[in-house]
């Protein structure tokens, strides 16, 4: 952290624009990471402005220029410190993350939402699988509860399970799944993988586990240092739980059902570990890389014993 004093330096800035342009100047002049929901300078200060001030994203321009109060500006210098300075990623200072166009509340509990999964369950994950016959879901490392919350809204006739190891994070899932209304259809399961989830069969088993290992956690930007550690290292070069997913997939997926895994960098170390599974890596029209997909046989055939 600087020296430098936000509330000395804006303190000429009056309107919703002026803390825009300043922060824009200001992200420009630090150099911040973008990945959490944005990739560029703008979207991420015209979040934080907008989301600190409970604006719409869509907001009509003539507000812009109205002026603030001496709260409202003093509550944009002390988010501005921890965004810029800090390095605190805009989603856990509003609180506010969106996911397949929902919004998801996030904190420092949970991983901020960001999975190419979501482009997947917008399209039911056809053609993948009949949606039709979709009537069981799993999401294990549900984290914010956002996959499984996004699989209750695509299929509404399904009964959706979301597992996670934390009760920190499945406390966040909780509000998230009150504040979209699923309770009836949605159950949350304190697990480690697989070892508490129903001896059912799903349709669709997807996940976004921990996958990054050791050494690769050390590179990181420090903005994902923000992000609980639980859920994103794990050993053996990232594979650990990806390992226990595909070793025990078999017992809770149904015959037509089909696995999706999100493995980010650690793609080369699983195909690597697992020559000869054909693994179908997932294209994305709207940018992300590292998601494979398999059926019930291709599991069955080169995962059948226990790992």
Request: hydrophobic letters at 40%.
């Amino acid at each position: 952290m600087t020296d430098f004093c936000y509330v000395t330096a804006a303190k000429d800035l009056k309107t919703v624009t002026d803390f825009l342009r300043f922060g824009l100047s200001r992200a420009a002049a630090c150099a911040l990471y973008y990945g959490h929901g944005t990739d560029n300078a703008w979207d991420d200060i015209w979040a934080l402005v907008l989301g600190s001030l409970a604006l719409p994203f869509d907001v009509d321009p003539l507000l812009l220029n109205g002026r603030l109060t001496t709260a409202e500006r003093a509550l944009l210098c002390e988010r501005f410190e921890q965004r810029i300075e800090k390095r605190i990623p805009v989603p856990y200072l509003t609180h506010e993350a969106y996911f397949c166009d929902l919004p998801f509340y996030v904190d420092e509990r949970v991983l901020i939402p960001r999975s190419p999964i979501a482009e997947l369950i917008k399209q039911q994950f056809s053609p993948w699988i009949n949606p039709m016959s979709v009537e069981h879901v799993l999401d294990l490392c549900t984290g914010s509860g956002c996959i499984a919350i996004a699989c209750c809204e695509a299929f509404p006739d399904a009964m959706v399970d979301a597992v996670d190891i934390s009760p920190a994070a499945l406390a966040v899932a909780e509000i998230n799944r009150q504040r979209h209304g699923v309770a009836d259809v949605l159950t949350l399961i304190e697990s480690d993988c697989f070892t508490q989830v129903p001896t059912i069969r799903y349709n669709i088993i997807v996940s976004n586990p921990p996958y990054v290992g050791h050494e690769e956690m050390q590179t990181l930007p420090c903005e994902y240092q923000h992000e609980p550690v639980l859920a994103l290292e794990t050993a053996d070069n990232g594979l650990a739980i990806i390992d226990r997913i595909l070793h025990q997939a078999r017992h809770y997926l149904a015959e037509d059902g089909i696995l999706v895994v999100e493995v980010g960098n650690s793609e080369n170390a699983l195909i690597d570990a697992y020559p000869h599974v054909p693994f179908t890596w997932l294209d994305f029209e709207h940018g992300g890389q590292g998601v494979f997909l398999l059926t019930y046989q291709q599991i069955s055939e080169h995962f059948s014993e226990p790992s």
